[in-house]
Each structure stands twice: as C-alpha cells, then as structure tokens.
C-alpha cells in the first residue's frame, strides 16, 4: 500500500478489536534496520507485527489543550507524527498541525471574548468595530452600565453578581436583537454596537434596554433589583444622551 501510494502518509491496523497507527516514518525505519538488513529481518513479518511499541492512540473526548499537552510530552522523535483518535464511530487519523490549529483558533476566541456571558469583550470591539468618529450615517454605539452593582457583589456574593451580568446579556440580546452587536467591556460595562440604523430606531432600543431593567433578577429564590444609567450614544448623527421619559 504504502509503495502503490507515495502520498500515503499512515494506515490503521485493526487486530483483536482495538486499533493502532502504523505511519510511513515508522515502517521505512522498520525496514532499513541499522545496518540495513530491516527488510529481509522483517519479510515474514505482518503489519501488525511491525507496530512501535508506543501508542500513538487519543481518546476522541480529550479536551484540545490536554491534547496539545500530551503531544509536547511525547519523546521528540515522535512528537510531530500523526495520531490515531478513537471514538465510537470508529478510529481516525488526525495530524499533529490540526491539533494545534484547533488551540490556536480555541485561544484566539477566549482573547475576544468574555468568560462569564460570552460576548465579545472590549478588545474584539476595538478590533472590528468601524470608525464611528467618522461619523457614520447609521453607525453608532450605545454604552450601558449597572447602578451600583458592586453593591449587589457585597450585598448578595459575587455568584449573585455573576447571575445577574449573565441574565443581563440575555436581556440585551433579546433587547438589541439583530439590529446591533453586543460586547461586555469589563466589570458591569456594556456595549451595542448599532449599524444601519437612524436616531428613532437607536432610541427605541434603548428604551427597550431600560425596559428589560423593570423585572428584578433572581438568584437562589431572592429577588435582586437592578438599575442601569441612562443610555449613552457615541455616534456623529445620534444625541449625545438619550433620557429615558
């Protein structure tokens, strides 16, 4: 097989009911041998008598950094092999280069976006939001945050408060709905980010922002009353402050 396909890199090898990889790397090292006599000592052999005495085996449910982890651990030699990943839909051969382009895109998205409630955070805003000094028709961005929110972390704990910034997000999103895009900028600071949108649509999320605000969260079967500032427009066409009526 490996001699029919040159591009061919590893096959699987089934043999009482479990799997294991043999690669290319490893059967060419098999047949040279040290001093050369590695095919004609290995000529009667089968495949799986040719297997490396190390498994290059992955459970398919193993986390991508506990992955990348045990890829760094291997000896060198073997570190940039491929790897065989089981799962119940059978084995699989995965390289070591998708692995870590996998942690590369699983870290690039934690750096743009917020833990607790998952939006982006204020670098991702910065990075793709549009120049909105510019002044934009239709481009402008709504700035919210929490009345005294640090009193509900010391009045309730801090689960209350994290209880509170997720259910908020919820409320946002169902606020804003696809006509802007969310961010958290830190601590109880948040953002809509508005496009194609004039001054009556922007004033009329964010009354319904405030709106969201009239039935109080609940946190372990307490009630916890929130309030927010007054929305705050940054954009050339909008009014500097929208009051609520």
């Known amino acids: 097989m490996f001699r029919s396909d040159r591009t061919l890199r590893a ?3 089934e043999q009482d009911s479990s799997f294991a990889l043999l690669t290319r790397d ?3 090292f098999r047949l040279t041998g040290r001093l050369g006599y590695g095919r004609a000592l290995n000529t009667r052999r ?3 008598e040719l ?4 498994d290059s085996a992955m459970a398919a449910d193993l986390d991508l950094q506990s992955a990348a982890q045990a890829i760094l651990e291997r000896p060198e030699y073997k570190r940039y092999q491929d790897l065989l990943v089981l799962s119940a839909a059978g084995p699989r051969i995965v390289t070591v280069s998708d ?3 996998a942690v590369s895109v699983q870290f690039r998205h934690a750096s743009l976006h917020d833990p607790l409630t998952g939006l982006p955070n204020r670098r991702m805003l910065e990075e793709h939001c549009p120049d909105i000094s510019a002044g934009l028709p239709g481009v402008g961005i709504l ?3 929490l009345d005294d929110f640090k009193g509900v972390n010391d009045t309730c704990g801090h689960r209350a408060g994290d209880a509170v910034l997720t259910e908020f997000a919820r409320r946002l999103s169902r606020s804003v709905g696809p006509l802007g895009s969310l961010a958290r900028l830190g601590g109880d600071e948040f953002a809509v980010l508005l496009t194609d949108v004039d001054e009556d649509t922007a004033c009329g999320i964010a009354a319904g ?3 969201s605000m009239e039935e109080p969260f609940e946190h372990d079967g307490r009630k916890i009353a929130v309030n927010v500032s007054p929305v705050q427009f ?3 066409t909008f009014h500097p402050t929208y009051e609520p009526p």
Request: no cysteine; hydrophobic share 60%; proline share 4%.
């Open 26 to 28: 490893q059967l060419e």
């Open 46 to 48: 089968t495949a799986s």
């Open 143 to 145: 700035f919210i945050d």
């Open 234 to 236: 940054a954009a050339g």
């Open 51 to 54: 297997l490396p005495t190390t």
């Open 11 to 13: 096959v699987v090898i």
């Open 209 to 211: 922002i405030l709106d």
């Open 99 to 101: 692995i870590f382009a």
